[in-house]
T-cell receptor, first 108, second 114 residues
Framework: AQRVTQPEKLLSVFKGAPVELKCNYS??????LFWYVQYSRQRLQLLLR??SRESIKGFTADLNKGETSFHLKKPFAQEEDSAMYYC??????????FGTGTRLQVFP | DVKVTQSSRYLVKRTGEKVFLECVQD?????MFWYRQDPGLGLRLIYF???????EKGDIPEGYSVSREKKERFSLILESASTNQTSMYLC?????????????FGQGTRLTVV
């Protein structure tokens, strides 16, 4: 079955600390993987996608096919990073499957 | 700017009522999705549609149906609303896969069934 697992419901860090939000997926083919973010009172929006290998707002994510992981990382968290983060998988169809989400709280 | 618009931000309905949630997108996307968003459960796919009149069940289709008569509009129907369908409902649209396409979301409809 195609599945996305985000093991942490809540991650709390202090400003300036490194952040890693974990995402594991189960899919045997070549997936498309994404991170979406939802800031307070805003709609869900794309943060980054694995194919782009880009850094957005200081966040990066590397696809590790061996470990079937796509963890989201940022070396120095900012208060404005506080939000709900969802990892998403698009298998070999147009479907888009989300994980349960991780709430990131960054304290001053 | 891509726009995905859901017809209502808040709805309150009575148990047993038939409820229609409407979603319109203006970017000519082939794919449209309905999710429900619940704390601790994330976004769960109810149905998605990959073309006009075409649909596929998601993970939690029970108690729901959908309609896509026009490309830009995707409706979610609760045939007989129940209290366990109280939730935030999110609509999304997305072009066809093949270019790692981004999904665009509506602002959400918070449905309360009493």
């Amino acid at each position: 079955a195609q599945r996305v697992t985000q093991p942490e419901k809540l991650l709390s860090v202090f400003k300036g600390a490194p952040v890693e939000l974990k995402c594991n997926y189960s899919y045997s083919g070549s997936p498309e993987l994404f991170w979406y973010v939802q800031y307070s009172r805003q709609r869900l929006q794309l943060l980054l996608r694995h194919i782009s290998r880009e850094s957005i707002k200081g966040f990066t994510a590397d696809l590790n096919k061996g470990e079937t992981s796509f963890h989201l990382k940022k070396p120095f968290a900012q208060e404005e990073d506080s939000a709900m983060y969802y990892c998403a998988l698009s298998p070999n169809t147009d479907k888009l499957i989300f994980g349960t989400g991780t709430r990131l709280q960054v304290f001053p | 700017d891509v726009k995905v618009t859901q017809s209502s931000r808040y709805l309150v309905k009575r148990t047993g009522e038939k409820v229609f949630l409407e979603c319109v997108q203006d970017m000519d996307h082939e794919n449209m999705f309905w999710y429900r968003q619940d704390p601790g459960l994330g976004l769960r796919l109810i149905y998605f549609s990959y073309d006009v009149k075409m649909k596929e069940k998601g993970d939690i289709p029970e108690g729901y149906s959908v309609s896509r008569e026009k490309k830009e509009r995707f409706s979610l129907i609760l045939e007989s609303a129940s209290t366990n369908q109280t939730s935030m409902y999110l609509c999304a649209s997305r072009p066809h896969r093949g270019s790692n396409t981004e999904a665009f979301f509506g602002q959400g409809t918070r449905l309360t069934v009493v």
